[in-house]
């Protein structure tokens, strides 16, 4: 069950949850929601153009010699941006960049959540999040996929409002899941895990 | 062509390439300020080059030549410098707290460049540059660039820059001429057997041989004191947190300093504990030990002797550089604050970033105090630490704003 604005107070007040910076909670439960808003962070990458036709998914489509050096294709082709507070970034249409949130979030083992965008963007064409689940006990700034769909170039400003965030209670797993995107302040594009069915469908094809 | 045509298209090239620079990414204002300023210097240049008294006259074309190319070799440098400043390897989180301390120190005028170093020494003086007056360049390590652990020792960097806009080198300057008159009465003995002959102590400061026993010891001895000075602030400013960048840095040692007269590396360390323990610090115990004294150059028994005088001056100096820098940061530098420190380490052992208005000494602090006692791993603190400045440089912009 999603938590209500209350609930999410109580949580970081007692220190179970952590956001950091910390929202207005009175502010919150004030409104009645059942989220919280976070803000866009400073960091942004992106994808260079380059040389390289394509990009492999998997570890068992790669292009390049070794799994590694695809990794550091990846990294090659990232292009960090750090834009300071009152300055901007112009996001064009059809672009496409992952930024960060603001808030640093360290979830206890109670609680899961799904982050997803604000209809006030949307309704400008910017979506913001495609991968919204956030498993107990991530620990980081959340990497947002921002693509503009709409029409006209829109001006992404470090503190705004940029999506929301839905808590829900979970039976605590005794398991510490671990992800490649903990820990992290800047956006990251990360290593497609390996996938087990489709490793063994491209075996049995080649 | 000769000469003059080949130095008007190193100008013009020099100019152009600081255009081109200009289109990168800078983050912060004084970059940018900077390069107009380059922009006028190989302008002026381009002009001396072109006027109509290069052209008749030979001494003032070869002169005009001469200054371009050494501005040339200055700032190409600093060219490097500015454009390193744009790395997303830097850790841009910092500036704005380092900044302030910097205009705190240094005045509102002051302009901060945060950049990396892939010559860095840590016995070299920093790049002043008469026609940047009011500009700090920090530069780090490029392989530590990131790493915000050693963000104490540009404590030690902008010291430099405290030294020359606070003329602390002119309040000194009587104090030093004393000390090390008197360290050369000290070691006359030995002066003379090196010299090899007797000399008239009462002709020290007009007979112009004698004068080099004590002149060459004391521009040793400023600039020792320059380097006691610029440690010192550094400990006043980030308290605990120096010492530990330094051995980080530093230790056991990076063998002998390539200039005589840089201060030995055991008096820097005996200073540094000192200090700590004036400004209330505490020094590990064993701070000491955890170098190591290079062997230094083989020296003439004349160097060693100027050399030995101008180390015995510092010496005599160390209680007035702890004032200077007492005087000089008191009201402008909050001292650390042990207490804000324990509470940020609260929450780093709890593997999260700290919120609050912290001040970017107690942060410093609480990292090292992390680190060393290993419960994170440097990746992993290195963004706790980063992103706790940024919740603080947003909860300063953000003050009283709803």
Aim: net charge positive.
């Amino acid at each position: 069950m999603i938590i209500s604005g209350e609930e999410i107070g109580e949580e970081v007040e007692s220190g179970r949850l952590c956001v950091v910076p910390t929202p207005d909670l009175n502010a919150v439960a004030k409104r009645g929601e059942a989220s919280i808003d976070l803000c866009l962070g400073r960091w942004l990458v992106e994808l260079r153009h380059s040389r390289a036709s394509s990009l492999a998914a998997t570890k068992s489509h790669r292009r390049k010699p070794s799994w590694e050096a695809e990794i550091n294709e990846v990294y090659r082709l990232s292009r960090y941006h750090f834009v300071p507070f009152g300055d901007r970034f112009v996001l064009h249409p059809g672009r496409f960049v992952l930024g960060s949130t603001l808030e640093w979030l360290a979830l206890p083992p109670t609680l899961a959540a799904f982050v997803t965008g604000k209809s006030s963007w949307g309704r400008r064409g910017l979506i913001i999040e495609t991968a919204a689940g956030i498993h107990p006990r991530f620990s980081g700034c959340l990497t947002l996929e921002i693509a503009n769909v709409g029409e006209v170039p829109l001006e992404l400003t470090p503190g705004i409002e940029i999506c929301q965030v839905f808590f829900h209670r979970i039976a605590a797993s005794k398991r510490n899941v671990t992800s490649q995107f903990s820990g992290k302040r800047r956006p990251v594009f990360g290593i497609v895990k390996e996938d087990q069915i489709l490793k063994r469908l491209t075996q049995r094809q080649s | 062509m000769d000469y003059i045509d080949f130095t008007r298209q190193k100008v013009f090239l020099f100019h152009r390439e600081v255009g081109r620079v200009r289109t990168s990414d800078f983050h912060h204002a004084a970059a940018k300020e900077c390069l107009s300023i380059l922009e006028r210097i190989f302008a002026e240049l381009a002009a001396s080059l072109n006027s109509r008294s290069a052209r008749r006259d030979d001494d003032i074309r070869r002169n005009a030549c001469i200054r371009a190319n050494v501005s040339i070799l200055i700032y190409q440098e600093l060219l490097g410098f500015l454009l390193r400043s744009t790395n997303v390897r830097n850790p841009f989180e910092l500036y704005e707290p380092i900044y302030q301390i910097a205009r705190d120190l240094l005045g509102r005028n002051a302009r901060l460049i945060l950049s990396s170093e892939w010559k860095f020494s840590p016995f070299t003086y920093p790049a002043a540059f008469k026609d940047l007056p009011g500009f700090a360049f920090i530069g780090l390590p490029a392989t530590e660039s990131e790493n915000v652990l050693i963000i104490p020792l540009t404590g030690h960097e902008l010291g430099h820059s405290v030294w020359r806009v606070h003329k602390v080198a002119e309040m000194l300057a009587a104090q030093v001429k004393t000390a090390v008159l008197q360290s050369c009465d000290e070691h006359w003995a030995h002066l003379e057997r090196v010299v090899g002959r007797p000399l008239d102590r009462s002709r020290l400061e007009t007979d112009l041989e004698l004068r080099s026993l004590w002149v060459t010891p004391f521009q040793w001895s400023m600039r020792q004191c320059e380097e006691v000075f610029c440690d010192l602030l550094g400990i006043r400013i980030f308290g605990q947190s120096y010492l530990h960048a330094f051995e980080y840095l530093v230790s056991p040692n990076f063998g002998p300093s390539r200039v005589d007269w840089y201060p030995p590396l055991d008096r820097r360390i005996h200073y540094m504990v000192l200090a700590s323990n004036i400004f209330g610090f505490e020094a590990p115990t064993d701070f000491k030990e955890r170098f190591v004294v290079p062997r230094g150059h083989h020296r003439s028994g004349l160097e060693q002797g100027l050399l030995a005088i101008s180390h015995r001056a510092t010496d005599r100096l160390f209680s007035a550089i702890v004032n200077l820098v007492s005087d000089l940061s008191q009201s402008r530098i909050p001292m650390p604050d042990g207490m804000e420190a324990e509470r940020i380490f609260g929450d780093l052992q709890a593997h999260r970033p700290s919120d609050g208005p912290s001040s970017l000494p107690d942060v410093i602090n609480a990292g090292w105090r992390t680190f060393l006692t290993g419960t994170l791993k440097f990746d992993g603190l290195n963004e706790l630490l980063c992103k706790t400045m940024e919740v603080a440089e947003f909860r300063r912009k953000t003050r009283g704003r709803t």
